[in-house]
């Protein structure tokens, strides 16, 4: 598994007013009571983490673009190689953005329009940033990120079970029956209080990010200080991509955790040490991300305050426990081991950095998203073809269990 972790903007009160009857104010913002009423409908891909991208259009530029939705961006963006390519102007400013591994200032494209399948979107504020290991990770270009700037507009719809988004108006929105209503503290990123255990229980407030490939992520310094992890229990070390690059962090599970009235156990859990504060430790202790959230249906409705959680035919979806130790990139279209974590799994079976994944089990596809798939299996001895120096060699893989 390769999570994407970023994030931007600080979170801070968000305020609803009620007022006269037909109209209430959120944030300051006046909105119709009046039904929402759908605008468009289309299909987005998933990949690993359960990381959701889908195609668009910016400006008068006719290329179509590779877009994450990610409820952890507090704005929208472009990926810098993109913008050369298509030699889009842009405007330097004094504005920087927080990620996992470092902090960076942008560049801006101001008053721009986005189009999407059946709706534009106008008066939309880019920033510009680096996305090149994230188009590694996944095996397509990452051309940008749509955050906040898009959804706070609209109601959005996530339909895992038929890979689909709905686009509706704001207004009077039905949710349907069977599912919960989440009040996130929200300004720009949505942040909800969770419940979880592992040597203690604990209530605390994280950011909701369908742009994380991960289950849950804690900081260091709330694990030390709160003392919630199993003490006796030994963390797998790892490495996590996001804003800035690469950065170890430590994988392991905690035993429950809980997003309103749902409970899952033993849940894969990454900590990191947090020395950018991109999860704002004391105020939040973490991330929810996408690899537990794709198990619901998803509702954001953020004029109202408000995401609603329904559970879909991925609720009981087994968790992916695999630890191999290596890293694995697209480069230059072939898929390439880039990193082997001493003493785990991938260093056993004699991977070393450079190798090129020509198969994994008979699956020769060239798809890292394939051969991620075929890693996640624990225990099973997994028969690798790699070439190595013009060589072609066949390694024996046994993925270790995070358990």
Sequence with gaps: MNPYIK?????LAFITVSVSPGLYVVGQKVVPDEPAKLITQFGF????????????????????????????????????????????????????IRGIAGIRKVNFLYNASLHLPGLSVDRLNFHVNDYEILSSVYGVKIDGIIGYSF????????????????????????????GYTLNPILTTIPVISSVFRDNRKLNSRFYFDSGAGLCFLLSDGFTKDSMVLKPKKKPFLTQAEGLGGKMDMRLTTVKEVRIGP?????????????????TSYPYLSGL??????????????YARGEI???????????????YTGLGIYVIDGSIQVEDVIPGSPGEKAGFKSGDILVSVGNNFSNNIQAYKNLLQTPGKKIRII???NDSLLELVLKPSSIL
């Design 7 to 11: 994030k931007a903007f600080a979170c």
């Design 288 to 301: 929810i991300g996408n690899d537990l959230l794709r198990r619901f249906n998803v509702t954001l409705n």
């Design 386 to 388: 790699i070439r190595r």
């Design 45 to 96: 891909h998933q990949f690993s983490g359960g990381v959701l991208i889908i195609q668009a259009r910016v400006n008068e530029y006719p290329d179509t673009l590779n877009f994450i939705l990610d409820t952890g961006s507090g704005g929208i963006s472009l990926d810098s190689t993109t913008v050369e390519y298509l030699s889009i102007p842009t405007t330097p400013s004094d504005r920087t």
């Design 308 to 322: 609603h959680l329904i559970p879909n035919s991925h609720y009981h979806s087994a968790f992916d426990y695999a």
């Design 151 to 178: 959804f706070s507009r609209y109601i959005v719809h996530f339909d895992y079970d038929r890979l689909m988004l709905s686009v509706y108006s704001q207004g009077d929105f039905k949710y349907p029956r069977g």
């Design 262 to 278: 749902f409970r899952f156990r033993n849940v894969p859990t990454y900590i990191f040490d947090d020395v950018y504060n991109v």
